[in-house]
């Protein structure tokens, strides 16, 4: 988590030309080494990004009390965004420059609740396909420690030219 740094205003974030400048990769892989800026949703949900490759990007996440439902536990739309997260830039990590994509689709199952004293977990993406006008990858979220499966779910992005 050293290494990010988050965007505090839009104008932080990379202009539409930076971005078409270039690949999925370089973009995923400077946010992750701190050159870019995080979005600031991984700051509001405590979330980082852990580890880049073509094809599969890992975000660590810690659930706090912030992210509790009223019958406390951490609520579906934490795992959601992870997994929407990881998912969706294990996808990006395989475009070239020029490219963007955005979420169709996802789904998940949620196999085991986590608290605000949980674990530290790890959403795990891996791009299954990426095509020109679709790509499709599936997430996992395990627990740091016990190794445990909390929930996994898959992902269709829509790909388009910036």
Known sequence: MEKMTFATSASDLLSPEQLASLSGLEFIAGICEGRFPAPPICRTLNYWMDEVEEGRVV????????????IGTIHGGWFGTLLDSCMACAVQTTLPRGTGYTTLEYKI?????????????????????????????E?????????KTYAVASTTCLIFEL
């Open 109 to 137: 199952n949620i196999l085991r609740p986590l608290f605000s004293d949980s674990e530290d977990v790890l959403a795990i993406g891996t791009c299954a396909h990426s095509g020109r006008k679709t790509g499709v990858a």
């Open 59 to 70: 975000f660590r996440g810690r659930p706090n009390f912030d992210a509790m439902n009223p």
């Open 139 to 147: 997430g996992q979220m395990i627990g740091v420690e016990s190794q």
